[in-house]
């Protein structure tokens, strides 16, 4: 019998993360003891039992977490706060809280003056995804190859660290360790950004007249297509990163304008060394993606 890295995980939101990370649990040993899920919505839990992927259900946060070695919040980052107060004063001394969000200074602005002395605060970011949301949305492999990083504040107790880097590999995820300021700045271009290009340029399209929109859809390339995948994802959870991210985005956002308007120089003026030059660092970096088994 494998002792598992954490006997009783408490997720706090069950989408699709929350619900990957529990059918993980199921098919990977040593993960967990025991899965307890909570939700919003009574209707939410009732899919999860009917799933059978959590030991438990609780519609009271406060029920779930208690007595959890290791709690996660797995919802939109904007309820991180209101969900922080009300765990607090029922997570168990020693436990490990953690979360999955995508913006890691506002989980330390918002949680961080809730969470105990007694227990062990460490925020959380694995970077894997789909544009499907809900209990039913989850598989168990969604982590592997990807990459968790970990945003502990300082002082933060390195064998909770290390207990929660080993919960995230042996899911199969690739984890680092980083300054919550860095990862806000890097995440911004490399995830924010593209999600906001993809559903601006969805917005312009639906925008159209009705027969060119028409025409859109039905003729649409795979490089709309692929921008129409991302900009299916939840709203709620992209707006409250948006949100949080504010400063990073806008920042990453204000670059890529005056690199967009320098293409759009180029393409004006027939400037041809400039476009060539642009493409071809674009290709060296989705080759680089590949190389990194990344793509």
């Known amino acids: 019998m494998v002792e598992p890295v954490f006997q009783r995980v408490a997720l706090i939101g069950i989408g699709l993360i929350g619900s990957s990370i529990a059918r993980a649990a199921q098919e990977f040993p040593g993960l967990a003891g025991e899965i307890v899920a909570n939700a919003r919505s009574q209707n939410s839990l009732d899919r999860v039992t009917e799933l059978g992927f959590a030991d438990r259900c609780e519609i009271d946060p406060a029920k779930a977490v208690a007595g959890a070695d290791c709690v996660i919040l ?5 309820t991180y706060a209101e969900l922080a107060e009300r765990i607090a004063p029922a997570l168990k001394p020693g436990a490990v809280l953690t979360d999955v969000g995508s913006t890691k200074q506002s989980v330390i602005r918002d949680v961080g003056p809730f969470v105990p002395q007694d227990v062990h605060f460490v925020p959380a970011h694995p970077i894997a995804g789909t544009e499907f949301s809900g209990p039913d949305s989850g598989f168990a492999t969604l982590f592997q190859g990807r990459w968790c990083l970990l945003t502990p504040p300082p002082g933060t107790d390195e064998a909770a660290i290390s207990g929660l880097r080993k919960f995230w ?14 990862h806000d700045r890097m995440i911004a271009i490399v995830s924010h950004l593209p999600h906001l290009i993809a559903f601006t340029i969805c917005g312009t399209a639906d925008d159209l007249a009705d027969e060119t929109r028409q025409e859109v859809l039905q003729y ?22 948006f949100l949080n991210n504010r400063e990073a985005l806008l920042e990453m956002l204000g670059r890529f304008t005056e690199d967009a308007q320098a293409m759009a120089r180029a393409v004006r003026w027939g400037d041809t060394n400039y476009i060539e030059d642009k493409i071809n660092r674009s290709r060296k970096i989705r080759q680089s993606l590949i190389e990194l088994k990344q793509a």
């Open 169 to 182: 590999e042996l899911m199969g995820a690739q984890t680092a360790t980083m300054d919550a300021a860095h």
């Open 74 to 78: 797995c919802s939109p980052v904007g």
């Open 220 to 241: 649409a390339a795979s490089g709309f297509r692929d921008f129409t995948r991302i900009a299916a994802s939840d709203p709620v959870m992209w707006r409250d990163i």
